[in-house]
């Protein structure tokens, strides 16, 4: 890795133009689709090929909570200034607002599908182009200029060939049709390797909080800027309805066996593969059951790769019961999170990618493993 790079990123981090929250934005984005190990991401060359609109989500969700804050935690610098596509966010928070909020539209857009609403359709398009048009724009023509002294010196959009005719209207079509974007293979591996520690604390997270900490006048603290960037879409509640589906289909069976020791259990707890503290993943594929006492052991720990593989027949089998139970949502999470593209050997694909992620958790995050 070269560590070159790693200067440039502090440099840019410090140094390129400070009048608004979009560079922290576009170098969060990145970040967390290189760090969630998206299989959508592709490397050609000497560049990674990432999603457009893995990105567009990841801006709105980091967006969302800022806007709708009862506070008005300022985003750009200057009286009367608001972000390119405040308006269109502020307009489909406001539609949201009265089914369920932030919580309710994640749900949409990761399972159901936007409701066939025009006034919600209409006003979800609409923010995604002008979200797409500002990263494009400015973040990504910008950032690093101040050190190469030419446009898109990092960040080179990528042309839209795919037409989309029906519209974006959930995740994995906002992924088909937004477009994509390259990053020289050096900075992906710096972003792979180091990311965590770039969006730490003190880091890119702190410089986006005290921006809009000094951008308020001071009259805003830090720690209420904190609490409002740290809100996720995904409540208490979406967790214990994914436990409530895949309760009720084990309370169907008359043997109940934990995953990770395959012993008959009469009592069982839910378990998230990938712990939920980890990666905030309420995916039912990442849900199994589990002894109570075993989950207590593992807690947040990481499955060793060898665990699950040891494993395989019994995830299998849980994926098919609960896959028969609720194929849509199963199989949209699947191909979403794991494995990119639809295929006949899902099940062995969708293992792989686990067990890559938990070998990256381990080994490059350097997260805590486990195993029985």
């Not at 990432?50 to 009862?70: A, T």
């Not at 995604?128 to 002294?149: A, D, E, H, Q, R």
């Not at 974006?168 to 710096?190: K, N, Q, R, W």
Request: net charge neutral; aromatic share 12%.
């Amino acid at each position: 890795m070269n560590a070159e790079i790693f200067r440039n990123i502090n440099k840019i981090i410090e140094r390129d133009n400070k009048t608004s929250t979009y560079k922290f934005a576009l170098l969060r984005g990145v970040i967390d689709i290189i760090q969630s190990n998206s299989p959508y991401i592709k490397i050609e060359g000497a560049r990674a090929i990432l999603p457009m609109g893995l990105l567009i989500e990841n801006w709105i969700f980091y967006y969302y909570p800022i806007l709708e804050s009862e506070s008005k935690i300022p985003q750009i610098y200057g009286k009367n200034t608001k972000l390119a596509f405040e308006d269109e966010l502020l307009n489909l928070i406001k539609l949201y607002r009265p089914i369920g909020g932030m919580s309710a539209f994640y749900n949409d857009l990761k399972n159901l599908g936007i409701p066939k609403n025009k006034d919600i359709e209409e006003a979800f398009q609409r923010l995604v182009k002008k979200m797409k048009t500002t990263i494009t724009t400015m973040p990504m023509k910008y950032l690093g200029k101040s050190l190469f002294n030419y446009e898109y010196p990092i960040f080179k959009p990528l042309k839209l060939e795919v037409k989309n005719r029906g519209g974006v209207c959930d995740s994995m079509s906002l992924v088909a049709y937004a477009g994509s974007f390259s990053i020289p293979l050096d900075y992906y591996e710096t972003f792979r390797f180091l990311g965590s520690f770039i969006t730490g604390q003190h880091a890119l997270l702190f410089k986006w909080a005290e921006f809009s900490h000094q951008a308020s006048g001071q009259t805003l603290s830090k720690e209420e800027i904190y609490e409002s960037m740290g809100q996720y879409p995904v409540t208490d509640r979406n967790v214990a309805e994914s436990k409530r589906i895949y309760t009720e289909l084990l309370a169907q069976k008359q043997h109940v066996y934990c995953v990770w020791t395959g012993k008959k259990i009469a009592k069982f707890d839910v378990d998230h593969v990938i712990p939920y503290s980890v990666w905030k993943n309420n995916d039912l594929w990442n849900l199994l059951p589990s002894d109570a006492t075993v989950n207590s052991q593992k807690r947040d720990k990481i499955p060793e790769p060898e665990l699950l593989e040891r494993r395989r027949d019994l995830i299998f089998e849980y994926w098919d019961l609960v896959r028969e139970s609720q194929e849509t949502r199963f199989n949209k999470e699947v191909q979403y999170a794991l494995l990119g593209s639809e295929s006949a050997d899902w099940k062995n694909q969708a293992l792989q990618q686990i067990q890559n992620n938990c070998d990256y958790l381990i080994e490059t995050r350097g997260l805590s493993a486990w195993t029985i």
